[in-house]
């Protein structure tokens, strides 16, 4: 059986780094060990461990604490780059949920300046 894609995945595709981002956005109220970062989006342990530098080096994710000899991470919500995330998820998410239910969808589009 196949798995069902998140709406994200849906659109961004099923990249390594989407695939982790998608995961923190499902989940962004907790903190995670990176081998459960790595189960449960599905990316390979040294895939996680190529990529998750980037992510802290930019403030997406962040150490919350460590339990033992592991680290634990979650989404960092004050990073202006992960609102802006959270936001496009949401309006993802609804913009699918509007055409399932058969809903006419226009896209509104703001441009802060």
């Given amino acids: 059986m196949a798995e069902e894609k998140s709406t994200f995945v849906e659109v961004f595709g099923g990249s390594p780094l989407i695939r982790v981002l998608d995961f923190f956005l499902t989940f962004r109220d907790f903190d ?64 699918f949920a509007d055409v399932d239910a058969g809903e006419t969808v226009a896209i509104k589009i703001s441009k802060k300046k």
């Fill in 32 to 95: 995670y060990p990176m081998i459960e970062i790595s189960k449960n989006s599905g990316v390979a342990w040294s895939t996680l461990h190529q990529i998750f530098p980037k992510l802290i080096r930019q403030g997406m994710v962040r150490e919350t604490r460590e339990i033992g000899r592991a680290k634990l991470f979650m989404l960092n919500k004050e990073s202006p780059i992960v609102q802006q995330l959270i936001e496009m998820d949401n309006r993802i998410m609804k913009y």
